[in-house]
């Protein structure tokens, strides 16, 4: 399943200033019978959202209107937890493009990875200068350039680096998941197939 290509993010972040956020938490376990990527966004963070009602809680950052953003900024070790691969399907389906923390439980990670979401990883040191730049203005905007591997608080110019697999940051660039990525090189494989001897 393709999805959008991501060269260079511009936009204002949501803050989530929560360290441990789990999977659980970022998509309640009942809520994963379904097994298309399609509707997860409306359960996100579900029951930190709604009342038992439905009604919205007002004090949930995301029913908050000054902050907006393709971008969620969390706090330290973001996605922990079982390995549903819903919890990424949820935050892409919701909207956001890039999650922000200073550690990634690794199997979200991969599995953000593969959907088209950018877990850009900071240190604690950068990320406390996001969460304070977004007090001061919700609508401070975050520069996250892939090629360049490097993520900038545009108020204030400052910038970090971050890491990310070669394979997954070319994949990104081109918006393809694994599938995608080998039918792309099909002709690759079928030349190598041919000339290689069972």
Request: net charge negative.
């Amino acid at each position: 399943m393709a999805y959008d290509k991501f060269n260079i993010l511009t936009s204002s972040a949501v803050p989530l200033p929560i360290e441990n956020v789990d999977t659980d938490q970022i998509i309640p376990a009942r809520f994963l019978k379904a097994t298309e990527r399609k509707g997860f966004g409306d359960n996100l963070f579900r029951d930190w959202r709604y009342n038992s009602d439905g009604t919205p809680k007002e004090q949930f950052v995301l029913n908050n209107p000054i902050y907006s953003g393709k971008i969620l900024v969390g706090g330290k070790n973001f996605g922990s937890g079982s390995s549903r691969e819903h919890a990424a399907w949820a935050v892409y389906d919701y909207g956001f493009r890039c999650v922000v923390s200073s550690f990634f439980a690794d199997i979200f990670r991969g599995n953000c990875l593969n959907i088209g979401v950018l877990p850009v990883q900071v240190s604690p040191e950068f990320l406390d200068k996001i969460f304070k730049a977004i007090e001061a203005d919700p609508k401070t905007e975050l520069e996250i350039n892939l090629p360049e591997q490097k993520i900038t608080i545009l108020a204030t110019g400052e910038s970090e680096s971050f890491d990310i697999n070669d394979y997954k940051k070319g994949n990104m660039l081109n918006g393809f998941d694994d599938i995608d990525y080998l039918l792309n090189i099909q002709e690759d494989i079928e030349k190598y197939a041919e000339n290689t001897p069972l």
